[in-house]
């Protein structure tokens, strides 16, 4: 579900050129920004390209021709950020933390991935993020892949004691995985990568009290950061949108083109689910909606589907073919949906319980704890 979330952007290609200058004496200076020297094995001509954000935080890509196996990229930076090295050909590609200063790569394309990156600092507290949480992660990847694989027999058997006791391991790396972060980030206050990581990790399902904790335990110049601005914008988000407050109405056309308004749906519990018919995790959390709904629908529950689609045919032969038989809206402005936009939604899906009031009661109720809640609430 999480996953590396950006919106509309545009890119510009650019292509550096040397940051060197000399002092009116003639003496070389060093250079003030960042100098890439990178060496790629088994690529003696070609481009590479990096993908980064300019001071505005608008996507740029540089790009570097490859001579005799070697590249240099220039360019400067006002605080680490973590940046894309690619190949276009080879359709590889490596992450890593840039900041100013002399950096150097070494890769080979067939394994560009595993690129060794000397240099920065940033890339160093990177590694040791990679180190502690990568063995976690390739445990989660495995019991997943257990579940996945299984065939329509053993899918009967996972119901039982054995796939129960699957998911409870699951649920302990997980929660593994949080704490290794969290304490990762709280050892690393003055580190950018920290305030990545926070954004990597927390802001999807965003705890306003565990945000707000976080956020002002950064050091005041990571808090500055690209990252830190990010953060700070959706815990100001989750502070409007905690258990609580009163849910922003909106207005948006449904599938017939007449418009449709949140608080016309006052007197109801409303379950405000954003999704798309292009995002897998919601078309698999689907069947769990359309079994909640057939259940409380007769008890003064409803369901409200914000699409965050361009493709209004893509939109509906979804909601058919998913038997979405509740209210479906969308302003088919895609990942620019105003509604999205007012909810702060970081990722699909993303989905907002509210009372009969139009309050906040609950956030992210996917598969089974969703039913679970209206249990308690529409007995």
């Known amino acids: 579900m999480k996953n590396d979330f950006s919106l509309l952007c ?46 505005g935080g608008n996507a740029v890509v540089d790009s ?12 400067e930076k006002s605080t680490a950020e973590q940046v894309t090295l690619f190949l276009k050909k080879k359709g590889a590609s490596v992450k890593f933390f840039l900041e100013n200063g002399d950096i150097k790569i070494v890769a080979s394309a067939d394994s560009f ?20 949480i990568s063995p976690i992660e390739m445990k989660i990847e495995t019991l997943n892949k257990a579940l996945s694989d299984a065939t329509p027999v053993d899918n009967a058997i996972s119901q039982t004691s054995m796939g129960d006791s699957l998911r409870h391991k699951l649920a302990e790396l997980d929660s593994l995985k949080s704490s290794t972060i969290a304490k990762f980030i709280s050892d690393n206050p003055s580190s950018v990568v920290t305030a990545r ?21 950064l050091d005041p110049t990571v808090q500055r950061s690209q990252y830190g601005k990010i953060i700070k914008e959706h815990l100001d988000i989750a502070k409007r949108l905690a258990i609580g407050s009163t849910a922003p109405d909106f207005s948006q056309p449904d599938m017939e083109g007449n418009l449709f308004t949140l608080s016309s749906l006052r007197g109801k519990f409303v379950l405000v689910n954003f999704w798309a018919s292009w995002c897998g995790p919601c078309r698999k959390d689907n069947p769990h909606l359309v079994k909640a709904y057939q259940q409380f629908k007769n008890k003064g529950f409803t369901i409200i589907g914000v ?10 032969n979804a909601v058919k073919k998913d038997h979405l038989d509740w209210t479906q809206v969308s302003d088919l402005q895609g990942l620019s949906n105003k509604a999205m936009q007012d909810y702060g939604v970081w990722a699909t899906p993303t989905c907002y319980l509210l009372d009969k009031e139009g309050t906040i009661i609950g956030r992210n109720l996917f598969g089974d704890k969703l039913e679970k809640k209206l249990s308690e609430l529409l007995p």
């Not at 545009?10 to 009116?24: E, N």
């Open 10 to 55: 545009f890119l510009v290609m650019v292509i550096f050129t040397s940051c060197h200058s000399t002092s009116p004496k003639g003496v070389a200076t060093v250079p003030k920004g960042y100098r890439i020297n990178g060496e790629i094995r088994d690529i003696n001509s070609g481009w590479v390209f990096m993908k980064h954000a300019d001071e």
């Open 307 to 316: 699409s965050l689609d361009h493709n209004k045919q893509a939109w509906i």
């Open 64 to 75: 570097a021709e490859i001579k005799n196996h070697r590249f240099v990229l220039n360019g």
């Open 197 to 217: 990581l926070i954004v990597s990790n927390f802001l999807w399902n965003p705890d306003a009290e565990q945000l707000n904790s976080m956020f002002y335990s």
């Open 113 to 132: 991935y595993n690129a060794k990156i000397t240099g920065s600092a940033s890339q160093d507290t990177y590694q040791d993020y990679l180190d502690r």
